[in-house]
């Protein structure tokens, strides 16, 4: 089966550095996104990897292991307007999204 | 620019009514299209998807359907609304010609059935 793993909630400080792990079992893979999702709100996309390793967009960075099955989202010099839920997405074989529960992170001051 | 939009965003209808909601897509030409549900600390549920007019695929068995009478227009609809139904409804797009996979979402309906 399918299968997406992200921490329920996170808490972190304004300023400091915070990671949000997934893992997933997919059938088959074409790439992992990350969407961010304000309560009430639409997902926004954050970033997409498709190969190993680090790609990095400002204060946010994206990290994937393909052979682990793993990716993080690492956000830097958090804001409050960070306060939101961290979506973890991998793409299929039909090149559908298989979507996790996702992170509810909370910024304090 | 591409733009999504959704309505009605709010509605409380009660239980066994009709549902009808709406999407549409501007500035672009045959997109994937989406419905999916999210219900409170759950994650998104993809209910059906088009790649093209009159082609609706369904994910899972229930009493909604969808049809895309047009090529940037899909509707979810039900017939008799069940509890079950509550939640938060987004429309999504993507584009047809890719396989990218980026979603791009409308402002969300949320329905509450009593």
């Known amino acids: 089966g399918q299968n997406i793993d992200q921490p329920t909630e996170m808490t972190a400080t304004e300023g400091a550095i915070v990671q949000i792990n997934c893992t997933y079992q997919?059938?088959?893979?074409?790439?992992l996104f990350w969407y961010q999702q304000h309560a009430g709100e639409a997902p926004t996309f954050l970033s997409y990897?498709?190969l190993d390793g680090l790609e990095e967009k400002g204060r946010f960075s994206s990290f994937l292991s393909r052979s682990k099955g793993y990716s993080y989202l690492l956000l830097k010099e958090l804001q409050m307007k960070d306060s939101a839920s961290y979506l973890c997405a991998p793409m299929d074989s039909n090149y559908q999204l298989i979507w996790g529960a996702g992170t509810k992170l909370i910024i304090k001051p | 620019s591409q733009t999504i939009h959704q309505w009605p965003a709010t509605l409380v209808q009660p239980v066994g009514s009709p549902l009808s909601l709406e999407c549409t897509v501007e500035?672009?030409?045959?997109?994937?299209l989406y419905w999916y549900r999210q219900a409170a600390g759950r994650g998104l549920q993809l209910l059906f998807y088009?790649?093209?007019?009159?082609?609706i695929s369904s994910e899972v068995p229930q009493n909604l359907s969808a049809s895309r009478p047009q090529d940037r227009q899909f509707i979810l609809s039900s017939k008799k609304l069940l509890l079950s139904d509550s939640g938060f409804y987004l429309c999504?797009?993507?584009?047809?010609?890719?396989?990218?996979?980026?979603?791009?979402f409308g402002e969300g309906s949320r329905l509450t059935v009593l």
């Open positions: 997919t059938s088959g893979f074409n790439g």
């Open positions: 088009s790649v093209g007019i009159g082609q």
């Open positions: 999504a797009w993507s584009y047809g010609d890719r396989d990218t996979g980026e979603l791009f």
């Open positions: 990897n498709v």
């Open positions: 500035g672009t030409s045959n997109p994937n």
